[in-house]
Nanobody, 120 residues
Framework: QVQLVESGGGLVQAGGSLRLSCAASGTIFSINAMGWYRQAPGKQRELVAS???????HYADSVKGRFTISRDNTKNTVYLQMNSLKPEDTAVYCCHASVLPNKIAFEDYWGQGTQVTVSS
């Protein structure tokens, strides 16, 4: 069984910074893409950023230049550094990983979500 465990959310003032971490554990042969999604109340879940095993990244337009995604393949961990936070960044942030748990097929796994609240 594969688990994704997130940490690092919290309350911060506008302009502040937070760093989210998400560690994958369990029976893992390989991890493909990893990423962060967020969902604000009354809104659809959106992709914030994603990263390939080789380090290629993709960002939502709303966070470009402020957020940085990275990963440590030796630790099966993905990070999201969030700077210059805005109240509109307030949401539950959830990590995602495409994991090969059994040498047969990649499967999607999700973290439990961590709340990020940015006060104005």
């Amino acid at each position: 069984q594969v688990q994704l465990v997130e940490s690092g959310g919290g309350l911060v003032q506008a302009g502040g910074s937070l760093r989210l971490s998400c560690a994958a554990s369990g029976t893992i042969f390989s991890i493909n893409a990893m990423g962060w999604y967020r969902q604000a109340p009354g809104k659809q879940r959106e992709l914030v950023a994603s990263i390939t095993p080789g380090g290629s990244t993709h960002y939502a337009d709303s966070v470009k230049g402020r957020f940085t995604i990275s990963r440590d393949n030796t630790k099966n961990t993905v990070y999201l550094q969030m700077n210059s936070l805005k109240p509109e960044d307030t949401a539950v942030y959830c990590c995602h990983a495409s994991v090969l748990p059994n040498k047969i097929a990649f499967e999607d796994y999700w973290g439990q979500g961590t709340q990020v609240t940015v006060s104005s």
